[in-house]
Structure formats: structure tokens, C-alpha cells
């Protein structure tokens, strides 16, 4: 019949219809491509902005000296320096940043992990418009709310770990709802999610959990069973590579599942969400959803995207239930960081809900379209600009010094100096030989220091002021040689 209208005459139409849907098609892959770089880029330029703001100060926390500086060396050595330093995943990605930056200098991780964590909306973009089918505008809104909220902002620039498990966790969760048949390969992010930081294991639990319900075939669960098998192998093959033994995944909660107080650890995460997000290293007085009225408005949202999309977004609201199910258990140390997975999702299921919202009025077009935009703008003003608000004051107390960085490490700065400055007099004293490496260690932050004194001059060209065996030699020391050795080969 189709062949006979077009014999007919109506070839042309068609043929202009057909180069009509081209032209469509086309300009949805440029918007697509378009918006996804622009929230890139608004995110790069927001995390780096807070990173120097915090970096004004001129202090590096404890737990970042570990991180960005020992730990990737320690990596390379094949030595677990600390019962702590578990998450190997993250040292591998700082240890090849680290051979990548321009310039390494005390501070070198806080705008790689900032321009890392600029990925993390583009993704949710990619994620509302292919897995949720939300309009390149709600879905631009839902990922920048995640990206503004304080609880991926006050995480996205400090050089730790945390905030990386989202972006595995969220390209692991992408790839399982893949209609493509290599979606069983998501468990290998999910791995390596986990491996980045134990937070990590709520999103390796739901990917492994949709893979799972996927299983059709013999096929599907060869090779899901495979890629559980991979990404295990991911996860303790650190425990291969440390030749002084080892500790994976529970770091901080090694004394594993602590059920004695999970009511009490979920009205503390409520608390996190909705009241004060205060904790380890959260340089924030807001909460993690910047106020209760903001946390209302995201809340409904869910509600409407659960209720109205349930097929498409359980695995990602799941994702959120698990997270705050992993804290209510786990033994480790408290704080809002522990918990981003929330405050990503709780962004994210605002375009299903804002694209549900639109279709109630859609005729009227007259009506609908000043309604919808009406909607998106009076949503997005509610969700955005408190959380702008509060990151514009969060950044300023951090450039200006009122909300100052602890030393929350041993290291003593000289008088009338800095961080910096008392490093570069420990380099020269160590090369004069005034001082030795174990009264370094003693007195300046034991195997940190020693190790950033080492990478510090090594990545900038100097040759060390101690070698890796003076460094390993004085960790034997250690009580943390002790605890991951045992005490017969730590004398």
C-alpha cells in the first residue's frame, strides 16, 4: 500500500518527511552531546573555584597527605601503609594523575579530584535522558540539582576518595540497564566502584541485583557469573600486590556490621540530610540537601518519580535505600561523605519527576507550554538557588580562613612559616644530614611526611632527600606495621 501512494505521487512528501525526521534526529544528537558537555563544564568551573578557594589557605588536611601523596606512592611499592589505607582503587587513580599533572606540589589532587567529579552530572544527564526518557531540559535540571547539592559539592574537591564510587557507580548502573549485550560487563565498574571507596558497595549491590533479575538465558548467567568472578578478583587483587599482607573494602569498619544501632544510625543520616551535614571532613554548614524545605521538594519528587516511573527508576532509588541501609550497619567512621549516593540520586529523580509534571498540562499547547516552563523554573529555583546561596558562603569562610582547614595530623609548622615551607627546611636538614628520617617521622607526621618528602621532590625532578628504603625501614617502627604485619616481622 505504502508503494503504491508513493508510485502515486507521493514520493516527494515522504522523502521530505524522511529528510524532515533526519534533521531531528541530528539536532537531538547535537543536544545531547551539547548539554552534557555544558554541565561539564558549569561543574569543572565550580569544583576548581572551591578547590582554590580552599587551597588559599595553604593547609593540607591529614587524611589528604595519606591519600594524595602516600598511599600512590605506597601503591607503586607494593606496601599497605596503614590499616586505613584500604582503597586501592583510588590510589591507582591518584598514582596515574599524579605521573599526569603539570605541576605537583602540595595541593596537586584537590583540581584533579575536582575536575574528576565534574563528570558526575554529565552522566546523570546521559542517565535521565537514555535510561529515565526525560527531556534534554528536565534532564539537564535533575543533574545540575545533583551536582549543586552540598552533598556532592562539599565532597567534590577535597583530595580524598569519596565522591569517586558515584561516578563508577553510576556508569556501573548505566551499563546493567543497557538494552545492549554487553550490559553484564557493569559489574566491573560496580568492582571497581568499591574499590574506590567502601560507600561503593550500595551501587555494587543494586548493579549486582539487576544483573541478576536480567538473567534469561544460559548465556546471561555465564557471563554474569563471570563478571562477578572479574570484579571480585578487581576488589581483592590488592591483597595480591601489598607484600605485608592486607586489608580491602572495610578500612575503617573492620569490625564489620554493627546492627546493635541501625535506628539510631538512621535518624542520624535523616539528621545529615535535612539538618547538618557536619562531620569528617564536611567543610559545610549546610546539610547534605541543603534545608528541610529544599529536602521536602526533593522528596516529592521521588515520591512522583517512583510513583509515575517505577519500571525505570527502582534500581536508582535503590541505590539511595542501600546506601543509607550500608550506614545503618556499618562500624566505620561516621559522616555525611559516606552517604553521597543519597544526595546524587535525590538530584537525579527530580527530571522524572519534572518530566511528569510537564505532561499533566499538555493541552492546551498555549496552556501547557507557560505552565511547563513555569514549573521547571519554580522547581529549579527552589532546589538551586539555596544550594548556590550556601556554596557561595561555604567557599568564601573557606577562601578568607573563617572556616579554617585542620592540621589534624602531628606535623608541627615552623614558627612564622607553612606547611610548604617547613617541608622544604625538613628536605634541606635531611640533606645536610641534620636530621635523620626516623626524628622526621617522629616529629613531623611519621610516614606521611617522610613519603611526601620523597614524591614532592621526585615528581618536580630533584632527586629525594631519603630513599623508599629509608621510608620502609622507619614504617617497621610503626604501630601500623605492627597491626597489618603482625609483631614477629616488625622488630
Known sequence: MLLNDAVAGDAPTLALDGRAARRAARLRTAVDVLLPLALFAGALAWNLW??????AQGVITGEEASIDHRDPLALSLGWQPSIWSTNAGSQLYYLVASHLTPEYGLFWARPVKAATMAVLPALLYLVAR????CSPVTATVGAAVAALLPGVTTIAWVGTENGFEAIWGVLALYLATSRRAWWPLALLPAAYAVSNYTAGLAWAAVVALVCLVRVRSFRDAVFVLLGGAVGTGLVLAPLLWWRNGGIVVTGGGRSGAD???WRIRLVETLHLLVDDGSGYYWFSDQPMLTSRVVAGVLAACALVAVLRRFRLVWPWFTVALASAGLYAVSSGVPGSRRIAAVAVVAGLLVAPALDELVRVVRRPRWVAVPVATLLVVLVTAVAVVPSVQGGLSTRAELASGTRPLPIDWPFPVDLGGTQSSTL???????????VTPADVGDGWGGTR????????????GRTPPLSTDDLLGYYRTTEDCRLLDGRPSCG
Not at 572551591?50 to 587551597?55: D, H, I, R, V
Not at 537514555?130 to 526518557?133: G, I, K, N, T, W
Open 130 to 133: 537514555r535510561r529515565l526518557r
Open 50 to 55: 572551591f578547590a582554590a578557594g580552599a587551597s
Open 424 to 434: 622544604v627546611r625538613l628536605d634541606a636538614d635531611l640533606r645536610a644530614g641534620t
Open 259 to 261: 546492627l546493635d544501632e
Open 449 to 460: 611526611t617522610l613519603a611526601m618528602l620523597i614524591v614532592l621532590a621526585e615528581r618536580n
